[in-house]
């Protein structure tokens, strides 16, 4: 009589790596433990000393989306190869690692959300603060009114050169980058008004309010997204730009890169 564990035994069967989604130390030892197999740790930071690493820049809620990240990084990183059957062992419902995924990597089609964060202009931690930043406006929004946004960040000189302003700059002037907690607060404060946000690579914040004028020729984003949404795509074609996006209308964070949407999230679940 087969038991439970002969049936979900399965799922890893001939698997050559493990992916470990923030593991505990004494996991992780355990892991290096198998034979056999190789272990890749995906975690926010390396607090395991984990000589195969993926660094997670958020934790994404959606574990298909955090599979994929990490399926993509470590491909990227030459850890894994196309073809390989990895597991993907990760925390879903507690903080102990207690669900395991099977994936041959390379089959699920690349969503680009690695890519998003390690080949951008922009620097890895401006991206994630951005995003950071639009989960907490989508969360909160404007004194209690969904309010949207639009944050385009790295290639800056060539994104002003595509863009006119539609008010006084309050960034003129000043030399505030993405994270500090005050530029946080001034950024929700004059997301109220029309227009897009302006971020360098490194994070300085260079413009508010500027109409976007890309050419939005080849630009193929889903349909129902409105003018935000299509001002956002089309800059990351017309130049190396990335683009977050808070939607006013269904709340929803996304992420543009060259041209396509990458990424969306939905600030209620973080
Ligand atoms: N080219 C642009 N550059 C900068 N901001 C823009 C541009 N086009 C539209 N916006 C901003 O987007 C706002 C909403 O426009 P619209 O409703 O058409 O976009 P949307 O994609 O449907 O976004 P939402 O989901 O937030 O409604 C406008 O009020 C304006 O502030
Ligand atoms: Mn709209």
Excluded: W
Aim: charged share 30%.
């Amino acid at each position: 009589m087969p038991t439970v564990r002969d049936l979900l035994g399965d799922i890893v069967d001939e698997v050559e790596t493990v992916l470990l989604f923030s593991p505990s130390s004494s996991y992780y030892e355990r892991c290096q433990e198998v034979e056999d197999i190789s272990t890749v740790v995906v975690a926010p930071d390396n607090g395991v000393g984990a000589e195969r690493y993926v660094e997670l820049p958020l934790e994404f809620a959606d574990l298909s989306e955090r599979i994929r990240f990490g399926i993509e990084g470590a491909l990227d990183e030459g850890h894994i190869d196309e073809g390989d059957e990895v597991a993907c062992a990760t925390k879903l419902f507690d903080d102990v690692i207690d669900s395991v995924s099977r994936a041959r990597a390379g089959d699920l089609d690349q969503s680009g959300v690695y890519d998003l964060f390690t080949n951008s202009r922009g620097d890895p931690e401006v991206i994630r603060d951005v995003l950071d930043v639009a989960v907490e406006l989508g969360q909160k929004g404007q004194k209690g009114k969904p309010v949207g946004a639009l944050f385009v960040i790295g290639d800056a000189g060539k994104v002003m050169n595509k863009s006119r302003p539609l008010s006084y700059n309050p960034f003129e002037k000043s030399h505030v980058h993405v994270g500090d907690p005050i530029v946080n607060v001034m950024l929700k404060e004059f997301s109220r008004l029309d227009g897009a946000f302006v971020i360098s690579d490194g994070g300085k914040i260079v413009s508010a309010y500027r109409y976007l004028e890309p050419s939005a020729e080849g630009v193929d984003i889903p349909k129902g997204l409105g003018t935000r949404h299509m001002a956002a795509g089309s800059i990351t074609r017309d130049t190396n730009a990335t683009a977050v996006v808070l939607s006013e209308s269904d709340r929803l964070v996304r992420a543009f890169k060259g041209g396509e949407l990458i990424l969306e999230l939905d600030p209620e679940e973080y």
